[in-house]
Structure formats: C-alpha cells, structure tokens
C-alpha cells in the first residue's frame, strides 16, 4: 500500500513555529523524493520544499528559504517540515507529496501520491 499520512498542523500566532511530519508507507524515501506543496484557496498548489536523498539535494521556494527545514528520520520513513517564523502568508493547508521517482516533482503534474492534507494558521 502506497500512502502518505500527514500530521501537526494548527494554529499558530506570527512568529511562532510548527512542525509538520508526512510518514511515507509503500516506498523507500532512499530512493524517491518527496515533498511538500500547499495551497491557497484561488491558487494552485505551489512547491514549498523537496527533499531527494538519492540525489543529496533539499530545495526550498524562495517565500520559505531561510524559514522552514525539511528533514528525514531514515528509520520512521517519515520527512518534516519545520516552519519557523511563520507569517500570516504561510496560512493555507499543506500536502506532502511524492512523484514515485527519484526526482522532485516541480509541479503537481509530476506528483502521483498525496498526503490527506493538513490546515495551517497563522493568525493573530
């Protein structure tokens, strides 16, 4: 079973910090890049950060570099994004995402697994 399971968004006040977590079940995150998008509603879905190990490479969206770090636990299968400094832009729900390849995907034509999506808030 292929499947991505997200958890730790909330509400949060600017300038404060969560931790979002995307367990990866049905594939090896040693070989296949995943990721994080989220979207706004009356946008599409935008790349915020991708980590592919196979390559050694972690990016990050210009809006994000600076703030937010995605890291991988080998031995739980599961990456992270932690959110630091988080300003009422970053408000929208967040989607761990994997393209099934070792590449990270650029847009959401490339991505083949979703996660269930989680509700982040930065509000006062």
């Known amino acids: 079973q292929l499947q991505l399971v997200e958890s730790g968004g909330g509400l949060v006040q600017p300038g404060g910090s969560l931790t979002l977590s995307c367990e990866a079940t049905?594939?090896?995150?040693?070989?296949?890049?995943i990721g994080w998008f989220r979207q706004v509603p009356g946008k599409e879905r935008e790349e915020v950060s991708c980590?592919?190990?196979?390559?050694?490479?972690?990016t990050y969206a210009d809006s994000v570099k600076g703030r937010f770090t995605l890291s991988r636990d080998n031995a739980k299968n599961t990456v992270y994004l932690q959110m630091n400094n988080l300003n009422p832009t970053d408000t929208g729900v967040y989607y761990c995402?994997?393209?099934?390849?070792?590449?990270?995907?650029?847009?959401?034509?490339?991505?083949?697994?979703w996660g269930q999506g989680t509700q982040v808030t930065v509000s006062s």
């Open positions: 995402a994997a393209p099934h390849y070792s590449s990270c995907p650029r847009t959401i034509r490339d991505v083949e697994y």
């Open positions: 049905g594939f090896s995150l040693d070989y296949y890049a």
């Open positions: 980590l592919s190990s196979s390559q050694g490479t972690t």
